[in-house]
């Protein structure tokens, strides 16, 4: 059964958010105490509130985790920390600002109902209570259940608002109003003009200069009201606003202007010039990327050769080397206790016996591994249900084969795109080892992967990952072939990768195309034909409009392989399918169509021309990410050979490049055939399901195992992948298979 995505409304979500905080504040409450002691060291740990009964039943048995991130992912009321799992709770200096932030910009002030009647027989400069700013509903949701206002709060509104751009605050804190649209404009017009701005901001002084050449220094309001930060006041201040006004001599904004002590108004009040003189910039190094680049990281402690054999006998038994490290578990397996000598899993070296016992009694105190005789030791622990994949079947030496999106760093590293993942499981250095692990660890003999990044420079460009895959790859015995998808504004990017173990088999020929010019050619065709009726000719137009856009970008490869043993021929096909909006899925389809076309002529040909054993039915393999799930139509093509409805459904009236959609493979999904249902591949909530998978042909190949996915209910309690051990957001694929007679 597939798991669904957690309700995550916004009333649920405010109820969640609730009741941490009064978890955390409340000494009412069942659980305060229980929190108090982690709140004090720092953070209550999220593992923790996610199992506790109230918390539980707002998050819900699937993925309460990413229920709980969801909540506090806005830092109203707590700070949550990705890299530690753990919640902090706000400030209230820091609370309130940010509702006053939130809530008094011109379009949320006049929707917000509380508000508007504190300010309904008020001048808008007239100063009013700030503890009335206490009764709003709002506001209370971000206050304690017992909160009282006394000198300390009055105080704190006067630190949180002091500085505020929309909100003015008396020294003493009791007294607020909000801003006039000119003072604001004079507040953010001299803050581009601050002496730290000028000193630092390039824009800034290039601005100044030109000024200063062109114009006498002074620089237009309207073009003022198009910078960043004044862009965002009221509409009398847009450009067009500030061009119509001809009484802007007169107005209160050159009164507010000509108080200013960083600014000169111009006589005609439509223009303003800084007061100081332009310095000579000041080179600032770019800040610092996040954890993503090892000149950011800091550096490695320097450790004592004992502790450094520690750390190394902790790592090799640890969850991201112990999974795939076959050495270290068959040797496991060997001992009648599961012992296994330290000197197995790290270096002792020129060690003497007092070292040697140092190293002995550190390991005592580990957390991943227990001590046994004579210099051994094992895990504490088996493996957690989260990391463990059953396989499923027999296993076969016939043919393996493993289809794996192995997660592009450029995509990595988008912003907010893995906000739940501490950014090291990110890291493209820490990512490939964990790579380099599962992959051989199971040692397919074909190999299909996905999103392999890539430059146009090439070679060892240190971001031309698929040179990394190609020569790691070849020391472990596989050859390859690789094509990028073609973007013109992107560099990096990624394309597909085909490995296959040269000790079983032999390459015989390779093709790969892109699905754009394929069809674009076919479209082509289609508006060469004569006595074509107008409408005809412009559904045809639109359609390839789309398939000529720059997104269309994705490409196919074909291998056709040959078994060493026994001469059998085996053709592999790897995509990775636009992914498109939802009004754009046909366009899966037509690829999927594409391919089948392609594969069909490129068998066709390898026969014709005598490349093809003549007695043995030669097998077919498709891999890849489909970027579609079992209930789409580009499964539904793949699966039946063709579609219910005879063709995909568009958004308008299109002529299609194919009359018809179909095949003649037989294709099965080897998971539906041997689970019964498919398997969750992309594991990212609240997404979370099956995108990857691996075709095969019926008629020559049968399926004997695959390698399943974690158990499922181990899988909710954890915000998603990558992680230590899967470096991917995706489940590497690995499947069996017999060859028919």
């Known amino acids: 059964m597939e798991p669904t995505a957690p309700e995550t409304s916004p009333r649920l979500l405010r109820q969640l958010r609730r009741e941490i905080f009064d978890i955390c504040t409340d000494s009412s409450h069942a659980h305060f105490a229980e929190v108090q002691t982690e709140l004090q060291a720092g953070g209550v740990s999220a593992w923790h509130l996610i199992r506790l009964p109230s918390v539980a039943a707002l998050c819900g048995p699937r993925f309460p985790y990413s229920v709980l991130f969801s909540a506090l992912r806005d830092g109203t009321i707590a700070d949550f920390d990705q890299s530690t799992h753990t919640v902090r709770l706000t400030p209230l200096e820091a609370r309130l600002s940010s509702f006053v932030q939130s809530s008094f910009e011109d379009e949320p002030f006049a929707a917000h109902a509380g508000l508007q009647a504190l300010f309904a027989n008020r001048r808008p400069e007239e100063f009013w209570p700030s503890e009335l700013l206490f009764t709003l509903a709002d506001v209370q949701e971000l206050l304690p259940r017992a909160f009282t206002v006394d000198d300390d709060v009055f105080a704190t509104v006067a630190r949180a608002f002091s500085t505020s751009e929309i909100v003015a605050v008396s020294d003493d804190g009791r007294l607020l109003r909000r801003r006039s649209d000119t003072e604001r404009l004079k507040l953010h017009t001299e803050s581009y003009f601050s002496a730290e701005s000028v000193a630092k901001d390039k824009w800034v002084q290039d601005t100044l200069r030109r000024a200063a050449n062109d114009k006498g220094g002074y620089i237009k309001l309207s073009d003022v009201a198009t910078w960043g930060r004044v862009r965002r006041l009221s509409s009398f201040l ?442 969750v591949t992309n594991w990212t909530p609240p997404f979370v399901d099956t995108l990857d998978y691996v075709w095969f042909s019926r008629r020559g190949l049968r399926p004997s195992g695959v390698l399943g996915v974690p158990d499922l209910s181990a899988l909710n309690a954890l915000p998603g992948i990558p992680d230590a051990v899967r470096p991917s957001d995706h489940f590497s694929l690995l499947c069996h298979f017999s060859f028919e007679s």
């Open 238 to 679: 847009k450009p067009w606003e500030i061009r119509k006004n001809r009484e802007w001599k007169d107005s209160e904004l050159r009164a507010v202007l000509e108080e200013s002590d960083v600014v000169e108004l111009h006589p005609d009040g439509r223009s303003i010039r800084w007061r100081g003189s332009v310095v000579s910039p000041v080179s600032t190094p770019p800040p610092p990327r996040l954890n993503w680049s090892a000149s950011s990281l800091p550096p490695p402690p320097v450790l004592t050769p004992v502790d450094a054999i520690v750390r190394d006998v902790e790592r090799a038994f640890g969850d991201a080397n112990y999974v795939f490290d076959r050495r270290l578990q068959s040797l496991e397996a060997s001992d009648s206790v599961g012992y296994v000598k330290i000197s197995e899993a790290a270096q002792l070296g020129s060690l003497d016996d007092a070292g040697q016992a140092e190293v002995v009694e550190k390991l005592r105190t580990s957390t991943v591994v227990e001590v046994g005789p004579e210099l051994s030791v094992r895990r504490r622990s088996p493996l957690p249900a989260h990391i463990v994949r059953p396989f499923l079947g027999v296993e076969s030496s016939d043919l393996t084969v493993m289809s794996y999106n192995v997660l592009a760093d450029k995509m990595a590293t988008l912003k907010d795109q893995y906000v739940y993942c501490s950014q090291e499981y990110l890291y493209w250095d820490n990512r490939r080892v964990q790579l380099e692990r599962e992959i051989v660890f199971y040692h397919a003999d074909i190999i299909c992967l996905q999103e392999v990044q890539s430059t146009r420079l090439g070679g060892d460009d240190p971001k031309n990952h698929a040179h990394w895959f190609a020569t790691t790859f070849a020391r472990h015995r596989y050859g390859s072939v690789f094509r990028q998808r073609i973007r013109k504004q992107q560099d990096p990017d990624f394309g597909n990768m085909i490995l296959w173990d040269k000790t079983k088999l032999d390459k015989v020929a390779h093709v790969d195309f892109e699905f754009r010019q394929v069809l674009l050619k076919r479209c082509l065709e289609l508006a060469q034909q004569p006595k074509q009726e107008p409408e005809a000719r412009r559904q045809l137009a639109t359609i390839t409009k789309l398939i000529d856009a720059e997104p269309f970008c994705q490409n196919a490869q074909i291998v056709h392989l040959r078994l060493l043993s026994s001469g059998r021929d085996v053709f592999v096909a790897n995509a990775h399918l636009h992914i498109g909006k939802d009004d754009e899925k046909f366009l899966q389809v037509l690829q999927v169509q594409t391919l089948v076309q392609q594969l069909a002529e490129f068998i066709s040909k390898e026969a014709a021309e005598g490349r093809c054993h003549a007695s043995l039915t030669p097998a077919t393999i498709f891999c890849g990410d489909l970027n579609a799930t079992p209930k789409s139509e580009a499964y539904e093509l793949l699966s039946a050979g063709r579609l219910a409805s005879g063709t995909p459904t568009t958004p308008a009236s299109m002529r299609l490049p194919y009359d018809s959609f179909g095949h003649n493979f037989e294709f099965g999904c080897t998971y539906r055939a041997l689970a019964g249902v498919e398997l």
